[in-house]
Every structure is written in C-alpha cells, then in structure tokens.
C-alpha cells in the first residue's frame, strides 16, 4: 500500500477509537445520572466504534502495512442534558463522515480498489449512524426535559440490540 493512504488509514483508527472513547464517557455520564437506557445505547456506540477501529486495523494487516496506534486526549466528561450530548454525537458523526469522505477521495485518487470497496461499508454505516442520531435528537427536542418523558425514552433505549451492520465484516 502506498505510504499516503496507510498513514490516512491509520489516522482514522484513530479517530475511530475516539469516538469510542468519547461515547464510552457520555455513557458514564449518563449512568451516574440514572438514565440506563441511554448508558446502554452509548455502551453499544462504543462497541460499535471500537470494531470500526478493529476493521481498518485488520484491513492494514491483510494487505501487509503497518498500524501505527496514536495517542488520544481525555474526552469531555461535563455534559449537562440527554440534548446536549445527542446533539455532540450527531457534530461528531458528521465530521467522521467528512473524514471517511476523505479517506474514500484519496483511495480513488490513488487507485486503491480494494481500500474503496472497504470504504463502501463505512459509508453505508455512516449513513445509518448519522439517521439513527438524527432521530434521537428529533424526539428529544418533542419530549424537552420533562422527567416522565425522559424516563420513557430512557427504557426505549434500553431495548437497543446489536446492529447486524455493526458486525458485519
């Protein structure tokens, strides 16, 4: 693999292992705040972020490059409402679409066919984060901050399952 791309491939595990490192901290936000509902659906983001990191990190392997591990700073731990930190993850998932953009635009510059197929996945994947997030922030601007409405969107998020796109390889 050409040295461009392996060092784009690394900086996005990167980034990958920070959105789950970001996600893992608004859950701990939130089941110190008693809302386990909403803890248990970061707890999956983060699994599902760390096995995004894990496909690109695998992806290095099989074509025989490096991965170079970055460092990372502490996330954010002062978050105030269930709004606010939803409205945080969908900037964030935007900005992973811009960077998996990115990364796809110099895979075909670059003619790596294979990078671009893999790629493919991530940017279906995006599309489905980004619509999941959208549709949370949606309902928590209808229901505002009021305790019983938080309650019952808090169990429905409990009832999140494992995506199938989330382990797919």
């Known amino acids: 693999m050409k040295t461009k791309l392996v060092g784009a491939i690394n900086d996005q595990i990167c980034a990958e292992f920070k959105s789950a490192y970001l996600y893992l901290a608004m859950a701990a936000w939130f089941t110190e ?3 386990p509902g909403f803890a248990h659906w970061m707890k999956l983001q983060w699994q599902e ?3 995004h990191a894990i496909k690109l990190y ?3 392997h099989s074509r025989g490059a490096s991965v170079t591990l970055q460092a990372m700073d ?3 731990k002062n978050f105030k409402a269930p709004l606010e930190i ?3 993850v969908r ?3 935007t900005m992973i ?3 998996i953009n990115a990364l796809y635009e110099l895979a075909v510059q670059e003619k790596d066919y294979p990078l671009q197929i893999v790629l493919q996945w991530f940017i279906n994947e995006q599309v ?3 619509s999941q997030v959208m549709e949370i922030v949606e309902r928590l601007k209808l229901i505002g901050s009021d305790g019983p409405s938080i309650y019952l969107f808090d169990r429905q998020l409990a009832g999140r399952a494992t995506t199938a796109s989330s382990t797919k390889e």
Do not use: I, S, V
């Open 49 to 51: 972020e760390t096995q």
């Open 128 to 130: 489905e984060e980004e």
């Open 74 to 76: 502490a996330p954010k």
């Open 97 to 99: 679409t811009e960077r």
């Open 91 to 93: 900037k964030h998932e």
């Open 86 to 88: 939803f409205e945080q």
């Open 58 to 60: 695998d992806f290095l």
């Open 33 to 35: 705040n008693n809302l």
